[in-house]
Nanobody, 119 residues
Framework: QVQLVESGGGLVQPGGSLRLSCAAS????????MRWYRQAPGKERDVVAG????????TYADSVKGRFTISRDNAKSTLYLQMNSLKPEDTAVYYC????????????WGQGTQVTVSS
């Protein structure tokens, strides 16, 4: 079965950093378009960043540009999200997703990991 398992979330003060990881299994990770989404309480789930199968192309929501970096290690079947200069508004559950169609909608989701930014 396809599995996406996020880790690395936690509590951090404003201005701090976290690195999220998503361990993938059960599919050809190197052929999949990957994304990070987040969902804050009372809000819809929104895309944070996306990355092409090779890692050559990355996209970011305007709210995180210059602060977050999405990357992948196809040899390890792992997706990453480096989050720097964190703000309280970054507080959310962060989800890893995989899409079989290039730049298509997600086909599978991880369980999510909580990120809380607070002093």
């Amino acid at each position: 079965q396809v599995q996406l398992v996020e880790s690395g979330g936690g509590l951090v003060q404003p201005g701090g950093s976290l690195r999220l990881s998503c361990a993938a299994s059960g599919f050809l990770f190197s052929s999949s378009h990957m994304r990070w989404y987040r969902q804050a309480p009372g809000k819809e789930r929104d895309v944070v960043a996306g990355i092409s199968s090779t890692g050559a192309i990355t996209t970011y929501a305007d709210s995180v540009k210059g602060r977050f970096t999405i990357s992948r290690d196809n040899a390890k079947s792992t997706l990453y999200l480096q989050m720097n200069s964190l703000k309280p508004e970054d507080t959310a559950v962060y989800y890893c997703s995989a899409a079989w169609k290039s730049w298509g909608q997600p086909d599978n989701w991880g369980q999510g990991t909580q990120v809380t930014v607070s002093s």
